[in-house]
C-alpha cells in the first residue's frame, strides 16, 4: 500500500494553477505516493494553515506537496518539513 500525500495550493499565489495541480500530480506518482486530494485556498479562506493541517491529519497523509514553499506560511513550513518520527 502507497503512503497518502495532499497537493496545497493558493489560487491568489499560483499563476498556473492547472499546471501546478498537473505538477504535484506528477509529483506524488514519481514519489511513489497515493495522492488523497488537492486543497486549493483563496486569500479569503478563513485559517487557511489550521485547516490544512486538519486535512493531513484527518488524510493519514505523511506527505504534503506544494508548488513551491513560499506558498505556505512558516508554521506550515516546519510542519511539512519535518520526517515523522
Known sequence: MKPTAIAYLRS?????????????????????????????????TPDPITQLITVVLRTGSEAAFTPHLGISAPRCRSFLSEPAT
Not at 491568489?12 to 488537492?38: P, V
Open 12 to 44: 491568489d499565489i499560483s499563476t498556473a494553477q492547472t499546471w501546478d495541480e498537473i505538477q504535484m500530480r506528477s509529483l506524488a506518482k514519481r514519489y511513489g505516493y497515493d495522492l488523497a486530494k488537492t486543497i486549493v485556498f483563496t486569500p479569503r
